[in-house]
DNA sequence: GGGATTAGTTACACTATGTGTAACAGATTT
DNA sequence: AAATCTGTTACACATAGTGTAACTAATCCC
């Protein structure tokens, strides 16, 4: 499996937000800031402004602005807001035929231990915000 | 991402080998036991044959046997058997270009949260035992 | 109001990955 | 030698993600 790489775009450009604030920034302007493509980002990005992470204006000087403090922001809220299904999916598609209710009860187990993990996975996510991230970035500088 | 079906094909294999024991079944027979493939069975199992969790032999009444005691085996060994890259991957590919050092620096980040994860993930394997599987199946009866 | 600017959406080709299947090579038994 | 079975390779097919372009919708500015 593979968490997408919409999460990471999103989390780049919400920290190339959080520097700029409170100039909104286009998506051209962003794209060009993080090594992006501007329409794949304004996907991503329009789907944070439904979740009411970033807002977004139109027309000349519009752009896309930071919406909360980037200490409520959290890397869970971005993940959901960006992944529309689960990232760590496990295929565990249906058995055919008859005969095999074992195998058909190992998937029901399978689906329950990686819903445990999924959840796990976002708890974590819960704890990590969006100055945990910058912090951690200009410590290295 | 999604963890692949590889994994669970696996488990229902080693389920089958268990109840079977210690009659070798070739994969024809696992296969229509649990309602895979042969021949993708046997990519599958050769790699458990590698790390030591099955034995196969070939020629006439050959067949795969398990190699271990039921609660010897865990969830972990069999994903790492299996899974050749990390099933729990995160795509932060590289950033091209000048200018984006920032980018760059989260991109480290994200590899550091997920390689965690990864690590959490197989310790909950780590604690799944074939018999614990295949206890649940049957309490489920 | 009209043109410029920008977000939002849709469409599609390209890529990568995984799956299903068949074919063949290698090993063992009888 | 023939039959049986594992192990490996190859390839078509399906699926999902990515990059890109084009179009629509909303807003601003003159």
């Known amino acids: 499996m593979s968490a997408s790489k919409k999460l990471s775009t999103a989390v780049k450009a919400l920290y190339f937000l959080a520097e700029t604030d ?5 998506s051209i ?6 090594g992006s493509n501007a329409s794949k980002l304004r996907q991503i990005l329009s789907m944070l402004v439904k979740n009411n992470i970033i807002k977004s204006t139109y027309g000349t ?5 930071i919406a909360k403090n980037i200490n ?3 890397l869970q809220e971005v993940y959901c807001a960006v992944e529309d299904r689960k990232a760590f999916y496990l295929d565990v ?6 005969g095999m209710e074992d195998a058909k009860k190992m998937n029901g187990l ?4 990686f819903s445990d993990i999924q959840v796990e996975i976002e708890n974590k996510m819960r704890k990590i915000y969006l100055n945990n991230i910058i912090e951690q970035i200009k410590l290295t500088n």
Do not use: C, D, R, Y
Request: aromatic share 6%.
């Open 22 to 26: 409170p100039e909104p920034q286009n």
């Open 29 to 34: 302007t962003i794209a060009n800031g993080i």
């Open 61 to 65: 000087n519009g752009g896309f602005l």
């Open 72 to 74: 409520e922001i959290h």
């Open 93 to 98: 598609s249906e058995v055919n035929g008859t």
């Open 110 to 113: 399978f689906l329950n231990l």
